[in-house]
């Protein structure tokens, strides 16, 4: 399994939101591409980034703060927010992301993840942002009438890479990831599911590792990494691991 660091990005800096709130913002480094490397030098093989302010405005925002990182890092990464045509999709291929997220536009206009698939294959991942179990667009701006899985159902035959699913009450808020919600779905589909939302501890972790076999491929941490809860090393080693040793 596989652990993605998340670079949040507001207004050039790197912070975390709470609960998907750009008002409760907490900076954690000013310098985006310094992040970058330091995650880079703990080991982890993959970054996971966010344009936040992209999300909310349908265009990328932050770009300059993306660049800084591609340019500091040889890890892969993978970029949301703000991604909504096949132009935007193809810049930010162009310019060295490894994979893009698709979120709003995913449930708006499915045809184009589709075409997006068929033009850049396995470089197209979507993610799928849930508060109660229906999908939220726009930054969380919004929430749709659409359930999580309804719309995962529908990309399970066109390549897309992964589905990224979050769960926006736990996101940032230090209380647990919803393991129950994430290993349904990913059991419910082919397509690998990345974990994203909560993830708070090391105990997280462990719970996630267990339902590896339902399809769960990776978890997205952020906050827990910032301010200490979770140790790089420890967090590799456990994920990285064939089977669970322990599930106690």
């Known amino acids: 399994m596989i652990i993605y660091p998340a670079i949040d990005l507001k207004d050039g800096a790197c912070v975390r939101l709470l609960r998907g709130e750009m008002s409760q913002a907490t900076v954690f480094n000013t310098d985006p591409g310094d992040q970058a ?3 880079q030098s703990q080991g982890f093989e993959w970054l996971h980034l966010v344009d936040l302010n992209g999300a909310f405005e349908g265009k990328p925002v932050n770009g300059a703060a993306v660049e800084s990182i591609l340019k500091a890092v040889t890890i892969p990464v993978q970029l949301g927010g703000g991604i909504r045509d096949l132009k935007t999709i193809g810049m930010w291929l162009e310019k060295g992301v490894s994979r ?3 979120g709003t536009v995913a449930l708006r206009d499915p045809e184009l993840v589709k075409a997006a698939c068929r033009e850049f ?3 197209v991942a979507v993610g799928i942002d849930a508060r109660e179990g229906y999908v939220a667009v726009a930054g969380w701006a919004e929430t ?4 999580a899985l309804d719309l995962a159902l529908k990309f399970e035959d066109c390549g897309v890479a992964a589905i990224i699913y979050t769960d926006i009450n736990r996101d940032g808020a230090m209380g647990g990831v919803n393991v129950e919600s994430t290993s349904d779905l990913a059991f419910h589909l082919t397509t690998p599911v990345i974990a994203s939302g909560g993830v708070s501890s090391m ?3 462990r719970a996630l590792k267990v339902e590896e076999d339902t399809g769960i491929e990776g978890v997205i941490c952020g906050r827990a990494l910032y301010d200490g809860r979770i140790d790089p090393r420890e967090a590799l080693e456990l994920l990285s691991a064939p089977a669970v040793e322990d599930a106690d």
């Open 144 to 147: 749709s009438d659409i359930k």
């Open 37 to 39: 490397r330091l995650f």
């Open 100 to 102: 893009v997220i698709l």
């Open 203 to 205: 105990e997280d972790l």
């Open 121 to 123: 294959p396995g470089k």
